[in-house]
């Protein structure tokens, strides 16, 4: 397929206009008056963003195909608090709060839910949506009614359900890199009690990285960051009787895109790398010379690829609507496949390499009981089951000029965890309402590890002081509870200001590192204090809401370093505070503007850990022992820049014809960001802004609709993730990223039906 070059651009967007503005503009009595705001569950009942005491950012599925927004890359670009980056596997972070563990045994501190389940592997973390009726983003704990891992926040992706009319719509995506993307669905009746719905996905994309390394078209990784994907999902929807209803899901996904490309950018002090031709050679940033090889020489094992995010995905939710209250029960099961390659060096001949391998199934079940009506207390009861068999294998080959030159891990982390939890709300008055709710968590892990270095097999619990004949799987059996409660007033000054204050508290639960040879880790818990107002003004035109939160995280798991090996170990405690404020407002006839800005100091309070780059590379620690010894105390926690913030511009304008003509600029801007704990400005990415623009002729009644749009127009290259190569000495550091998106842009075209 050919690239959609500059001049065809141009030409879209004339042509986009002249077809717009093909006859005269309509009157401005059809622009909107007010602004609308959607529904959302972020509570698990029907609500809006205006009257729920939480943070939340909600975006329907309309507007994000009006941005031009279908993977959670693009939903970051969208949030002010929110980052999204990938190091292996994705990071996602809310507030300074995220994931620091990169295998099974480790979970992340964001909760991810999809249609109401949730997904406990952030190595799918990064994705792209599709039939997406809206996305919610819940930012601070939500330790009672979602429980574990949401000590950062909640992302609930919600997708459209199946309904009674007939219908649907088809939208392609074409562009530069060869971009081809096709998304779309088929809904209707199945007989008087049914409906269904079945929806696609189809997305194929050249690499935003050439990679030059001699073979490597022959192994087809020449493209790097490239897309390779299939997704479909199947619902039907049965009215069992005027009560009863049960939603079943089917949701299939093959992710065959090759794993991004990381670049390494600085060399100057590692004379190993120097002495081979490596990436620093290549001035082009988006080309590197990187060998993939799937097999491990003298294992007899190999990695599937050198990119795979597969699921299978299946849901089953009951509702039944009794008298006063509804009867909810959701089970869901999810299996994931996925393996990533990483050439561990920068040299461009194959010297060693990074893999890793993990599968997972997982099983989980909630019941709720909730009330209904308009009494003045309203309340939720439920039960949470969890059962997770995962798996991971890691491997680092070397070419040593030896058969067996390995350093291979095998590990295992059995999950069940089981909750109880309750919440209700209280009406005092027609302004005035408690809520308070309480959720008890309990967790239990089992795995194992087989440690093999260079052919021969190694136990290292022995190194740990353990008995002869103590196994991992001895070591790696724990379990941990926690009670996290939450408690918040919220009082509405007039009819259209509500104020909110709340305490609660995050849990999330210890595991294993499956990296090292070292024991379980604890839990770790925040407690959350936040002060929030929601406005709704000048006649619903405008929506203010401001936010200030302040965070004291203990017993944090963080990367402790000890003799060059990376141990996740209790070590770290720190203060998180920051303030938010977002904006939507009509401008004018048929104009809106929304704006978001976040400001966030976290930092450590306490955290000691060895520094491999010392002294050659210090950055915010303080040496307290030599050699290596630091104290981190004040330095920034990883992925948590001091500013965020959004700025968007759209305007609107009918047609005399009944069409509608459109355009908007949306800017994002991420100010300077650590991803270590060192906070070496090697290992960071300073200030940026990206800048996108859309504009769409829609025909009447919206019938079809075509749009040319541009994302990162200024074409600004930047780094979504730092990382120290492992491939280093003492005192020195290799830094390697992973590029953002470049300058993007194509048509896109919808029917709808």
């Not at 190091?87 to 507030?95: A, L, M, T, W």
């Not at 600085?266 to 082009?284: I, M, R, S, V």
């Not at 997972?360 to 309340?379: I, N, P, Y």
Request: charged share 20%; glycine share 12%.
């Amino acid at each position: 397929m050919s690239r959609v070059n500059g001049a065809n651009l141009r030409f879209a967007v004339a042509g986009i206009l002249a077809i717009a503005f093909d006859g005269q503009v309509a009157s401005a009595a059809d622009a909107p008056t007010t602004l609308e705001e959607i529904l959302i569950t972020a509570e698990k009942r029907v609500g809006t963003v205006q009257e729920t005491p939480i943070s939340i950012a909600a975006f329907s599925g309309n507007e994000l195909a009006d941005r031009g927004v279908n993977d959670s890359y693009g939903l970051a670009n969208l949030t002010p608090s929110l980052s999204v980056g990938k190091e292996f596997i994705g990071k996602v972070v809310i507030r300074g709060v995220g994931l620091e563990g990169t295998t099974v045994g480790s979970d992340p501190g964001v909760a991810i839910h999809r249609d109401g389940a949730y997904v406990a592997r952030s190595s799918v973390a990064l994705f792209d949506f599709f039939d997406v009726n809206r996305i919610e983003v819940l930012r601070g704990p939500q330790g009672t009614l979602y429980g574990r891992n949401a000590t950062g926040g909640v992302i609930n992706i919600l997708s459209n359900e199946p309904d009674k009319e007939f219908g649907g719509y088809a939208r392609l995506d074409v562009g530069n890199y060869a971009k081809l993307r096709f998304e779309g669905a088929l809904n209707g009746p199945l007989g008087d009690r049914a409906q269904g719905r079945l929806s696609v996905l189809y997305g194929q994309r050249d690499g935003y990285t050439e990679n030059l390394f001699p073979s490597a078209k022959s192994r087809d990784v020449d493209q790097l960051d490239n897309q390779d994907l299939f997704a479909v999902r199947g619902q039907v929807n049965f009215d069992l009787n005027d009560d009863v209803s049960l939603l079943l899901s089917a949701e299939l996904t093959r992710d065959d895109s090759n794993t991004p490309a990381y670049k390494y950018f600085d060399t100057t002090n590692a004379w190993w790398f120097n002495a081979f031709g490596n990436d620093q050679d290549l001035p082009d940033l988006r080309q590197v010379s990187q060998g993939f090889e799937t097999e491990i020489p003298g294992s007899g094992r190999s990695m599937p690829s050198a990119g795979q995010a597969d699921q299978d995905a299946y849901l089953a939710s009951l509702t039944w609507n009794l008298d006063n209250m509804t009867f909810t029960s959701l089970s869901a099961y999810r299996s994931i496949d996925y393996a990533w390659l990483n050439d561990g060096d920068g040299f461009d001949t194959f010297f060693v390499q990074y893999g890793q391998h993990d599968e997972s199934d997982q099983f989980t079940q909630e019941f709720r009981l909730a009330s209904r009506g308009d009494s003045k207390l309203q309340w939720i009861l439920g039960a949470y089951y969890l059962k997770e068999d995962a798996k991971t294998f890691m491997a680092i080959p070397f070419i040593l000029g030896t058969p067996a030159d390995y350093i291979m891990w095998d590990g295992k982390s059995d999950t069940e965890g089981y909750a109880l939890f309750g919440q209700a709300t209280y009406a005092f008055t027609d302004r005035l309402r408690l809520t308070a709710g309480l959720r008890y968590n309990k967790e239990e892990k089992q795995g194992d590890l087989a440690y093999n270095v260079f052919g021969g097999l190694v136990e290292p619990p022995g190194a740990l002081g353990e008995p002869a004949g103590t196994t991992w799987a001895d070591i790696l059996d724990d379990s941990w509870d926690a009670i996290t409660p939450k408690l918040a007033l919220d009082y509405d000054f007039t009819d259209d200001i509500m104020g909110y204050a709340s305490i609660t508290r995050g849990f999330k639960s210890g595991g294993f590192n499956l990296l090292a040879a070292q024991y379980p880790y604890d839990q770790e818990t925040l407690w959350a204090y936040e002060l929030g107002v929601k406005t709704r003004l000048a006649d619903g035109r405008v929506i203010a809401n401001f936010g200030a939160f302040m965070y004291d995280y203990k017993d944090m798991q963080v990367g402790q370093i000890a003799n060059l090996t990376v141990a996740i170990v209790n070590a770290g405690a720190a203060t998180i505070q920051g303030l938010e404020a977002e904006v939507r407002a009509l401008v004018g006839t048929g104009f809106e503007v929304n704006a978001g800005l976040s400001w966030l100091d976290a930092t450590y309070d306490s955290f000691e850990t060895e520094d491999p780059g010392w002294p050659g590379y210090a950055g915010c620690g303080t040496l307290v022992e030599a050699p290596r010894t630091i104290s981190l105390d004040g330095c920034d926690l990883p992925r948590s820049p001091e500013f965020q913030g959004v700025l968007g511009v759209s305007g609107s304008h009918a047609l005399a014809n009944g069409g509608n003509v459109s355009i908007r600029g949306d800017y994002s801007h991420r100010s300077k960001q650590f991803f270590t704990q060192f906070n070496r400005d090697i290992v960071s990415q300073g200030s940026y802004g990206l800048v996108n623009a859309r504009v769409s002729y829609a025909a009447p009644e919206s019938r079809w609709s075509v749009s040319a749009y541009g994302n990162n127009l200024a074409d600004e290259d930047y780094f979504v993730t730092v990382f120290e190569s492992g491939v280093s000495v003492p005192g020195t550091v290799v830094p390697g990223g992973i590029l953002g998106a470049p300058r993007t842009y194509g048509l896109a075209l919808e029917y709808n039906f």
